[in-house]
């Protein structure tokens, strides 16, 4: 069946802009994972969403991050007024309950 | 707190055996993973190992778990060309919140040379 999708692949954007990442999950599957791959910082964990409960944002580096999941499935990642460190591959992941993860490709976010 | 390190980097001849290691702190991990990212690209599932046990082995990949010294290594056997890419380990957060997160080591290169 269909991966893990993400869009857009890449995006490039002025500092201070806002951006929207999207990321379609695998059908069926309950929890959706946001992490982020930066050279500096590694692969980091940003929110998780678990069918309707409430997220664990604990990740996120400030309050400029947000995500949305709707309807259980789509979610949305937008980063308000980025700054030149948000550049980073914004990556995707879902699962079975807390089962074993799946990736999408990832977004290549670049600050200009 | 919870904490996962690899080496940085591993250079092989073409058809030697491959092993990459990885340390982690956290005790109450449940699942260990490897996985592999190729340049521009998201991450693959390899494989990976239940905390109770202490092998798995998967065609060409072969997991060790030694829980006491809290240490994970993959081997992989006839090492190829198109092997090179960046290998993660990650261990699936335990602790109370439950949520599954992965922690994340900083990847492994591994150079495989004709």
Same mark, same amino acid.
């Given at each position: +069946?269909?991966g893990v ?10 500092? +201070?802009k ?9 059908? +069926? ?8 791959q930066?050279? +500096?910082?590694g692969?980091?964990?940003l929110?998780?969403f678990?069918g309707? =409960?409430?997220p664990?944002?604990?990740g ?7 995500a949305?999941?709707t309807?259980g499935?789509?979610s ?8 030149q460190?948000? =550049? ?5 992941a879902? =699962? ?5 993860q799946?990736?999408g490709?990832g977004t290549?976010l670049?600050?200009? | 707190g919870?904490d ?12 030697d ?7 982690y702190?956290d005790?109450?991990?449940? *699942?260990l *993973?490897w ?12 494989t *990976?190992?239940?905390s109770n046990?202490?092998?798995k082995?998967?065609q060409?990949?072969t997991v ?8 994970l290594?993959?081997?992989i056997a006839?090492?190829q ?13 335990g602790?109370s919140?439950?949520t599954?997160?992965l ?7 591994l150079?495989?040379?004709p």
């Amino acid at each position: +069946g269909a991966g893990v999708s993400q869009s857009p692949s890449n995006k490039v954007t002025e500092k +201070g802009k806002d951006v929207e990442l999207r990321c379609d999950p695998i059908s +069926g599957h309950t929890a959706l994972y946001w992490y982020r791959q930066s050279l +500096g910082q590694g692969l980091e964990f940003l929110i998780y969403f678990q069918g309707n =409960s409430a997220p664990d944002k604990s990740g996120l580096p400030s309050d400029r991050f947000s995500a949305e999941r709707t309807g259980g499935s789509v979610s949305t990642l937008t980063i308000q007024r980025t700054q030149q460190e948000d =550049s980073a591959v914004y990556l995707c992941a879902s =699962s079975h309950f807390t089962d074993t993860q799946y990736f999408g490709p990832g977004t290549r976010l670049t600050v200009l | 707190g919870e904490d996962v390190e690899q080496s940085l980097f591993l250079s092989v001849r073409e058809g030697d055996s491959s092993v990459i290691n990885c340390t982690y702190t956290d005790s109450s991990s449940t *699942y260990l *993973y490897w996985y592999k990212q190729e340049p521009g690209a998201g991450l693959q599932l390899l494989t *990976y190992i239940f905390s109770n046990m202490d092998m798995k082995q998967d065609q060409r990949l072969t997991v060790l778990l030694n829980k006491k010294d809290k240490h994970l290594s993959l081997r992989i056997a006839d090492t190829q060309t198109g092997d090179s890419a960046i290998y993660f380990c990650a261990e699936k957060s335990g602790g109370s919140s439950n949520t599954g997160k992965l922690i994340f080591g900083q990847g492994t290169t591994l150079q495989v040379k004709p």
